[in-house]
């Protein structure tokens, strides 16, 4: 990002451009992936990332104002990012997920249950689903295990690709016993995917690649004077600056099998494509100091702060996939026609700290080596809140109850987190 640019001492008008990297801190981006129990859990992918800053920067004098020159200056900014993260939920004993849609469905219920009592191994998997386009899913899968490992898993659809159901149990007894059951919907008015019991095994696997384009533009008035060898000027102005954020997010859930299995289970997955566009209109206020170190050096010390009115709005889309297993099930995709749409508004102040060293090239050319580091206090990223189920899960312990799905919900939502960045710079500036 460039400083406000202002006429020069000594010249009318000067002309800067600015390029070199960015590194930011973005909000985190919530996964969506509610998980309970026992594993390792990452419920955010990070905001850090990377990219490549270019700036234009003009100023020119206008005369005198008592002992302080006056100048009028305008300066710009444009920043491309991007970052990529991929995290995993991996159980190792008993516990819960629910990995809720944008919207659940609503004529649907899923009831999963497991218990281990010495002897048997139970797991049951039931679902009942109407579809929005008309048909049904009504499947229960249930294993009452007295030795060895079994798995079982059925995949249903209605109304041709319009939804489909997807049960799976699977129980070991044995050296070790144990139950797990999962079952997922997806219709064009949301999905779902829950998991219970022993989930040791089950990887939940979420990809995220975001990109990140930051603008904007200042115009400003300045004051300028000279204290002893020290040059001082003071700015102030409007700003406008603009966000926009794009990210694509698939979660894939690998449902594991109790060994030795001929069974292998479909792989579940959930997409999601989102852009959220933030307008930030206000004013900034400055100042600098600058002085020599050295033969044709110059250090400079810039202090900004800002404060804005900011407009954000939000789209999003989403699809649920089925697909594999030891008999393929063929790729089934359902998109969410509800999608989202958002927006919001709210206030945001910011501020900026660049030091800098100048160099001159010739008499009317300067190289600038500089860094900024900035604080915006409010960008906008997506909540994600799991749908509501009863349970009688504890959460540890032999991973014997029952999880419920029976009532459709909104689960998303704008929040709002600061961004830092820290830009160092390469400058050319020419005075004309």
């Known amino acids: 990002m460039t400083n406000t640019a202002m006429a020069q001492d000594g010249q009318s008008r000067a002309l800067g451009v600015t390029f070199g990297p960015s590194f930011f801190a973005a909000p985190d981006l919530a996964t969506g992936v509610q998980s309970t129990g026992t594993g390792t859990f990452s419920p955010k992918t990070s905001g850090f990332g990377a990219g490549l800053n270019y700036g234009v ?14 100048g009028v200056g305008l300066s710009g900014f444009l920043t491309f990012g991007s970052s990529n993260n991929r995290v995993v939920d991996s159980f190792s004993g008993p516990g819960t997920v629910n990995i809720s849609g944008y919207t659940t469905p609503a ?16 797991a049951t998997s039931d679902i009942d689903h109407t579809n929005p386009q008309g048909g049904r899913e009504d499947v229960t ?4 295990n007295i030795g060895g490992a079994d798995n079982i898993g059925t995949v249903t659809t209605a109304g041709g690709a319009n939804s489909f159901a997807l049960n799976a149990v699977a129980t070991g007894q044995g050296t070790v016993n144990s139950a797990a059951a999962y079952g997922a919907v997806a219709a064009t008015d949301g999905g779902i995917f829950l998991g219970a019991g022993d989930l040791t095994g089950l990887s939940i696997t979420t990809d995220v690649s975001r990109g ?3 603008t904007g533009l200042d115009a400003t008035v300045a004051f300028s004077t000279s204290v002893n060898a020290m040059a001082v000027q003071a700015y102030a102005g409007p700003s406008y600056k603009f966000i926009g954020q794009s990210s694509n997010t698939r979660i894939s859930v690998d449902i594991p099998e109790i060994a030795p299995s001929a069974t292998v289970f479909p792989t579940y997955s959930m997409e999601r494509t989102e852009a959220l566009f933030a307008s930030y209109f206000g004013g900034v206020v400055g100042g600098s100091m600058s002085a020599p170190i050295a033969d044709n050096l110059i250090f400079s010390l810039g202090l900004e702060g800002g404060a804005y009115y900011v407009r954000e709005t939000m789209r999003g889309n989403e699809s649920y996939s089925v697909a594999g297993g030891v008999t393929p099930v063929p790729l089934t995709t359902v998109n ?6 958002f927006s919001a508004d709210g206030l945001a102040w910011s501020a900026r700290i660049s030091p800098s060293v100048t160099m001159a090239l010739s008499p009317r050319t300067q190289l600038t080596l500089g860094a900024s580091v900035d604080y915006l206090s409010r960008v906008a990223t997506m909540s994600r809140r799991a749908a509501a189920t009863t349970s009688t899960y504890a959460g540890t312990g032999n991973g014997n109850g029952t999880l419920a799905y029976n009532n459709a919900a909104q689960t998303n939502g704008l929040t709002f987190a600061p961004m830092w960045s820290i830009t160092p710079t390469v400058s050319f500036t020419g005075q004309f």
């Open 57 to 70: 920067s003009g100023g020119m004098s206008v005369g005198r104002a008592g002992n302080f020159d006056v």
């Open 107 to 122: 004529n649907a219920s899923i009831n999963l249950s497991t218990n281990v009592i010495p002897g048997t191994s139970t």
């Open 141 to 144: 899968v249930t294993d009452t």
């Open 212 to 214: 990140f384009v930051f």
């Open 336 to 341: 969410n026609a509800n999608g989202v749409d």
